[in-house]
């Protein structure tokens, strides 16, 4: 009786997994004085995966527990200086990806900004700097994925 053809498909998804995750996170922040501020960060993580009752899915299981890492860590400084000036200093390091293949890695990263007049920003940010490059995660066919060193400028308007 309807005006126009339809087909019903009934699917049930599921992906036979069951687990656990847990960790530990902590993000101190410190500022000794008005002009310069530390900041940190640690995680630690641990997932544990398991098939389910009639599935057999050990792989895709491991799969998934290797592709995050199990530790991270950050240190950030920021120096607010006379004349406008904030120098950002940034370090951090993530344990492998044994699931995609991919080494720790640690890099660094830096960020120098100056008020050149109120409202306007000049700024030189470099990314990556200890290194040419560093694989992150896995891409498509498993092909790594690598972030390269940079280096950019820019002017920042506001209003």
């Known amino acids: 009786s309807s005006?126009?053809?339809?087909e019903s498909v009934n699917v049930q998804l599921a992906n036979g997994l069951r687990g656990v995750s847990d960790g530990v996170e902590i993000a101190p922040d410190w500022k000794p004085t008005n002009w310069f501020e530390l900041r940190g960060s640690?995680?630690?993580?641990?997932?544990?995966?398991?098939?389910?009752?009639?599935?057999?899915?050990?792989?895709?299981?491991?799969?998934?527990e290797g592709s995050s890492p199990h530790r991270e860590a950050s240190v950030q400084g920021i120096f607010t200086l006379r004349h406008g000036f904030e120098i950002v200093p940034d370090y951090r390091f993530v344990s492998a990806?044994?699931?995609?293949?991919?080494?720790?890695?640690?890099?660094?990263?830096?960020?120098?900004?100056f008020n050149i007049v109120p409202h306007l920003d000049l700024s030189l940010t470099g990314r990556n700097l200890l290194q040419p490059r560093h694989e992150e995660i896995a891409g498509d066919n498993s092909n790594a994925v690598s972030i390269k060193r940079e280096v950019f400028g820019g002017f920042l308007w506001s209003w």
């Open 97 to 113: 990806l044994p699931a995609d293949a991919v080494p720790r890695y640690q890099t660094a990263d830096a960020h120098i900004s």
């Open 3 to 6: 005006p126009y053809d339809y």
């Open 42 to 64: 640690f995680s630690h993580v641990h997932v544990a995966l398991h098939s389910k009752a009639g599935f057999s899915q050990a792989s895709y299981a491991s799969n998934i």
